[in-house]
């Protein structure tokens, strides 16, 4: 079914869209934008975290003498890999977690992935304590289980997500990347400021289980077995995806079709891209703050946030105006991707130019938020991508470009700790031009071989799996009908 057939159906719910507690499917997107909240929580703590474990801080000996102490005495290079830790252990996942969620039930593997990840965050402290060589262990695990939770829930808005609100959908639930940023980020600052850098790992890993138990309670792996929705609502989702009630079909991927697409290729080029970026800024900002703009521990967890804010407010507008233009007949789908996604990259690369080339506290921070923020528009292109291609594969794509664009995040930080051993501002003017070049690379690629149309492999493959259903059904009811000829003689 395309979007235009299904914008006329109708999910018998008078209440208007914001009212999300009125519908199911909005009920599931609430609780991911929560999971995604305790996702980068969990994740970027320890980049403010970091700055407190490795600062010299004022130490009174009691005799009279003061002196200058840091809890963890580590290189900006060895900070590098610790930072970068997390992504050793995450790139080994998302195919995997794209694979499993379809037999599974992504909203399984999804909880798992976050719950287990806030789990180990609680004992985090107690393994740096161990040595730094069991905290990067303990990141890796932790890596390896935040890296099922995008392909997975790409299997659950393949369950879930009418067309004609995918793109919405999935850009609220991504917005809790963001909101987990902005909130993270400061409290950061505030929790090791006030009761130790420890703090800031036992208060979001504590936040993170609350939210494991809610979500494997109220989120179920499709309308047909959620207790709680309504019949109206159940059969509009169903037949805005050409879907019927019964058991959950059996998927068999394309694998050669998904290979040897351009298309599949041009989204993983544009996720790395977009992530090169978005990396860098994640796990450096607050220490490019400290060590370039001069700022104390506390402001820079609130500075750091404000490009993320920013994010999180404008994905929900693009996500709307993505939807819009399909729903209008103003856009094709192919176009939505391409216009979003390329003119987000031009931006950032055009802003992360300017604000390293100026490099001062306040134009520069404006720069990086402007930067940032148009990253939004870039979600709502190639970050839904996947369920246009092939919305019964969406969740293994996702695994595919996950897996190339969790390389950023090891080699970036790397990267960065080696660039700026000095700390000069001309090291750091390097990192930002870095990240705008990727950016362009990314936008020219995407550009060329981007297409939001379902592919003619994904097209084969449904009716491929169609036809061995109905040549399993054909031979079953032939063989009851010889049986019962024979009966009858």
Request: net charge neutral; proline share 4%.
């Amino acid at each position: 079914m395309d979007v235009a057939e299904s914008s006329k159906l109708s999910d018998g719910n008078p209440a208007p869209l914001w009212m999300f507690w009125k519908r199911r499917r909005y009920c599931v997107v609430f609780m991911s934008f929560l999971g995604f909240f305790n996702v980068y929580a969990l994740r970027v703590n320890l980049s403010v975290a970091i700055v407190a474990m490795t600062e010299n801080r004022t130490v009174d000996y009691g005799n009279g003498t003061i002196g200058y102490e840091q809890y963890f005495d580590w290189s900006s290079q060895m900070q590098g890999f610790v930072l970068s830790s997390f992504f050793y252990g995450y790139i080994l996942t998302p195919f995997l977690g794209g694979f499993i969620s379809n037999k599974l039930g992504g909203n399984y593997v999804f909880g798992v992935g976050v719950g287990t990840t806030a789990l180990l965050t609680i004992l985090t402290p107690l393994a740096t304590k161990g040595g730094v060589g069991l905290l990067i262990a303990v990141r890796i695990i932790e890596g390896i289980f935040e890296g099922v939770t995008f392909p997975c829930i790409h299997a659950v808005w393949s369950r879930w997500a009418p067309p004609t609100e995918r793109s919405r959908m999935a850009s609220i639930a991504f917005a809790g990347n963001y909101a987990g940023t902005v909130v993270a980020m400061p409290l950061s600052g505030v929790f090791a400021n006030a009761y130790g850098w420890e703090s800031v790992f036992y208060i979001f890993g504590v936040v993170g289980c609350i939210w494991f138990v809610a979500w494997i309670f109220l989120v179920k792996t499709s309308p047909e077995v959620d207790p709680w929705i309504s019949s109206d609502e159940k059969e509009f989702i169903l037949a805005s995806l050409g879907r019927t009630e019964g058991k959950p079909e059996k998927i068999k991927h394309p694998w050669k079709g998904i290979l040897t697409s351009m298309a599949v290729w041009a989204l993983v080029a544009s996720h790395v891209a977009e992530n090169w970026g978005f990396y860098t800024l994640l796990t450096q900002l607050p220490t490019f703050l400290k060590d370039t703009m001069h700022f104390h521990l506390e402001k820079t967890g609130f500075i750091s946030a404000i490009p993320y804010l920013a994010m999180g407010i404008l994905l929900f507008v693009a996500g709307y105006l993505a939807d819009l233009c399909q729903l209008k007949g103003w856009l094709t789908t192919t176009q939505v991707r391409r216009y979003f996604n390329c003119g987000a990259f031009l931006g950032q690369t055009v802003f992360m130019i300017i604000g390293a080339f100026i490099l001062e506290p306040g134009p520069t921070i404006a720069c990086i938020t402007i930067a940032v923020g148009m990253g939004a528009f870039a979600w709502s292109g190639f970050a839904v991508n996947h369920l246009d291609l092939s919305p019964k594969s969406a969740g293994v794509l996702m695994g595919i470009s996950n897996t190339f664009a969790t390389i950023p995040g090891i080699v970036s930080p790397i990267v960065t700790g080696y660039i700026t051993a000095n700390k000069t501002d001309d090291e750091w003017r390097v990192v930002f031009y870095i990240a705008a070049g990727i950016y362009l690379v990314g936008c020219v690629i995407y550009w060329f071989w981007a297409s939001g149309e379902l592919q003619p492999w994904s097209i084969e493959a449904q009716e491929k799996a169609a036809q061995e259903l109905n040549g399993r059904k054909n031979g079953h009811f032939g063989y009851e009908n010889k049986m019962k000829i024979e009966d009858e003689m």
